[in-house]
């Protein structure tokens, strides 16, 4: 029996179903739930799986629009299901579906091995020739705030995959390389610290990188974290043609290490941890 709301208003909830085990292909199942104001889109999950359907399969973590889990299509725009609120987007029927341009893997949980690999792709970390300070590092390499702020807008992605499922390009070139792994590889061509550019455009710059974007802008729009990534990919394709050109103007790295003495860790501060990843 589920429990009645107050004050609430039924909203018909037409969810995607897919069951890989038991389905030929996906079907849309709906659902009535008593909403109130404040309510997000994950909250009427819940209640469907706690009070109508404990097959309802999605995935999600932080509930706080961090972890970047709970993406999906939400009336028909891709975005985050934890930070919707239902009452903001309908006041009678709401449809909820895996992220478009991603194989389903049941219901709400789209597959986005791809999409990690294609960051993986670009090597998304700092790449120097000094390869013995990266690897036993002595200090801090020094950066302005002037050097933070060229790439810090591109660090706040949080991996959620709606760029990718409002891609146009990729929704016709599976292979194209997309707008979350460019972004990342500009985030870290953009870097002072960092040397790697160059080896990233063997990915960013090949037939499926970023100059299969055509620029629709869908990436940006639905970002819910004010990323950008249409901007950063528009980036990536000047650097591209300027370093082509031989017209780049980045310089060698910083190499300032940034500590009392020779480089030493500064007082007070404990030492890194050990690595996780060899």
């Given at each position: ?240 043609v300027l370093n082509y050109l031989h017209l780049g103007r980045k310089g060698q790295p910083c190499s300032k290490l940034h500590g009392p003495g020779s480089g030493k860790p500064m007082a007070g501060v404990g030492p890194a941890p050990k690595r996780t990843v060899e």
């Amino acid at each position: 029996m589920t429990p009645s709301k107050e004050g609430a208003r039924d909203i018909r909830f037409h969810i995607t179903r897919y069951n890989p085990e038991s389905d030929s292909k996906p079907h849309v199942q709906t659902y009535t739930v008593p909403v109130t104001p404040g309510m997000t889109v994950l909250d009427g999950l819940h209640y469907i799986k706690s009070y109508l359907d404990a097959t309802l399969v999605w995935r999600y973590s932080c509930r706080m629009g961090i972890c970047g889990s709970c993406g999906m299509l939400i009336n028909g725009s891709a975005g985050l299901a934890c930070n919707t609120q239902i009452l903001h987007i309908t006041s009678t029927d709401l449809t909820v579906g895996p992220l478009p341009n991603f194989r389903i893997i049941r219901d709400l949980v789209p597959d986005l091995a791809p999409m990690f690999q294609k960051h993986h792709s670009v090597k998304p970390y700092i790449l120097r020739a000094d390869a013995s300070e990266i690897d036993d590092p002595a200090g801090e390499y020094y950066q302005s705030a002037e050097d933070l702020e060229a790439y810090l807008q591109f660090t706040y992605c949080i991996k959620c995959g709606c760029c990718m499922a409002a891609c146009p390009t990729l929704a016709t070139d599976k292979s194209y390389l997309g707008p979350m792994p460019a972004t990342a590889a500009e985030r870290y061509n953009r870097d002072s610290r960092d040397d790697g550019s160059r080896v990233r455009a063997l990915v960013t710059g090949d037939d499926h990188g970023a100059f299969r974007c055509h620029y629709a802008g869908e990436c940006s729009r639905v970002c819910p974290k004010g990323v950008d990534p249409g901007k950063a990919v528009q980036l990536l394709k000047r650097r591209l043609v300027l370093n082509y050109l031989h017209l780049g103007r980045k310089g060698q790295p910083c190499s300032k290490l940034h500590g009392p003495g020779s480089g030493k860790p500064m007082a007070g501060v404990g030492p890194a941890p050990k690595r996780t990843v060899e």
